[in-house]
């Protein structure tokens, strides 16, 4: 038998009648179970309405019939519906719930699923998820389906349209968070955006909606994407988690970031997520909070790669590959000498063109621009724009070195003035 392939709407298909081989009626189609993880997007059983109450059949033991109804196999077994099996309902957990293009990088309301039947002689029958329909056509059949004749139906609809999300796009919000453990739904696709675009996702989102996709997340992805969150929103979404869940994003955050963050918070809010911080990163934030937000320091990060006067290009590099922060951030490492004043600054790409034994002293800039920790955030933006600076040193009194302004911080407190 050669292959046959039919694209079915879920809600053309719910109310569906089942019988029995011998046409005498068990049921109407209720639900549509559909397996997750290795499983994921294909029907793995069928919910029906019976005079029992729910049942769930496996999908094997059920056949289309020529009349489009269906038909339960001599050999099927009907189970009771209990409720808490590791399935995703279509009509229950996605029919008019937001949902996460994950391809479109957005978030969609689902108005209708397509499935795909394949039948084929020698594997039998099979359905699957092709898609979901996040349109007017599918809100359309939705709206009209059972009020209208299904040709009649058809034929409007098919004048519309097609915005479809093919389901390998698909992440699900899910906000109870019992039985998203239940689901075992994977945002691994959502993981892998920019973080800025998840911060866009995040902000169209409800806040139950908001927390549960900030929970899927890994902490080092969940601490990216709250940076580029409005600050407002930032405030509002580290409120709703537990102060545990909390620190353990703050941590991962840049320690700029994390004190201005704490510092919006209630005072008593703020020690709580301190408190759960481990030591280290503690001490660097709570060193930040001290400092006045529109100064030098309130802006300096404290994570750059600092090196003694003396070294080499070959120590530079090692003390890079140490460096535990966002690689991505350093511009340009420092010269400092024993009591850790600032001595020179060494752009990065000058570094990685010199020999490994070449002292790092020739490499450093004739004139290095430096700011005082207290100098207020305006003389540093004049600072950057005059010089077009990517990082800006930031001196104590005595000249010691206690952080780094970065072009990013500079562009984000711009910003935040409208």
Do not use: C
């Not at 339960?72 to 409720?83: C, F, K, V």
């Not at 929103?233 to 970031?257: C, F, N, R, Y």
């Not at 990517?390 to 562009?411: F, N, Q, S, T, Y």
Request: proline share 5%.
């Amino acid at each position: 038998m050669s292959d046959e392939v039919t694209v079915r709407s879920l809600t053309a298909i719910l109310g569906t009648p089942i019988t029995n081989a011998r046409g005498r009626m068990r049921g109407r189609l209720r639900d549509v179970a559909v397996g997750t993880g290795e499983e994921a997007g294909r029907v793995a059983g069928l919910v029906l309405k019976t005079r029992k109450g729910l049942e769930i059949v496996s999908f094997q033991d059920v056949r289309w019939t020529p009349s489009g109804a269906l038909e339960l196999r001599p050999e099927a077994t009907l189970n009771p519906w209990q409720g808490d099996e590791n399935f995703i309902l279509l009509r229950r957990d996605l029919l008019d719930r937001q949902i996460i293009d994950v391809h479109g990088r957005k978030v969609v309301r689902v108005n209708d699923v397509n499935l795909r039947w394949h039948s084929n002689g020698d594997s039998g029958e099979q359905l699957s998820v092709a898609e979901v329909e996040v349109g007017l056509r599918g809100a359309v059949l939705r709206m009209f389906s059972g009020t209208l004749p299904k040709r009649t139906l058809e034929s409007l609809a098919s004048k519309l349209p097609a915005r479809v999300i093919p389901w390998n796009f698909v992440d699900m919000i899910e906000v109870d968070p019992a039985r998203r453990v239940r689901l075992n739904i994977e945002h691994e696709r959502l993981a892998q955006l920019h973080p800025s675009d998840i911060a866009d996702i995040l902000e169209d989102l409800a806040p139950a909606e908001r927390e549960a996709v900030l929970r899927t997340l890994d902490e080092e992805v969940a601490a990216e994407t709250l940076e580029e969150v409005e600050p407002k929103l930032q405030k509002s979404m580290v409120q709703a988690l537990d102060s545990e869940t909390a620190a353990g994003i703050v941590e991962e955050m840049d320690p700029s970031a994390a004190a201005d963050l704490l510092a919006e918070l209630p005072e008593e809010r703020s020690e709580a997520i301190l408190e759960e911080m481990d030591p280290e990163e503690r001490q660097e934030v709570k060193d930040l909070l001290e400092f006045r937000e529109d100064s030098a320091a309130g802006r300096m990060t404290t994570e750059y790669v600092a090196v003694p006067q003396s070294a080499t290009v070959a120590d530079g590099i090692r003390a890079l590959r140490g460096f535990e922060g966002d690689p991505e951030t350093i511009t340009e490492i420092y010269l400092i000498d024993s009591g850790e004043g600032l001595q020179g600054v060494v752009p990065l790409a000058r570094l990685v063109l010199a020999r490994p034994e070449t002292r790092l002293e020739v490499l450093t800039e004739t004139h290095f621009i430096s700011v005082r920790a207290d100098q207020h955030e305006n003389e540093v933006a004049e600072l950057f724009d005059k010089y077009n600076l990517r990082a800006l040193p930031v001196i104590d009194k005595a000249g010691k070195l206690v952080g780094v302004v970065e072009a990013d911080h500079v562009i984000a407190f711009l910003r935040a003035r409208g």
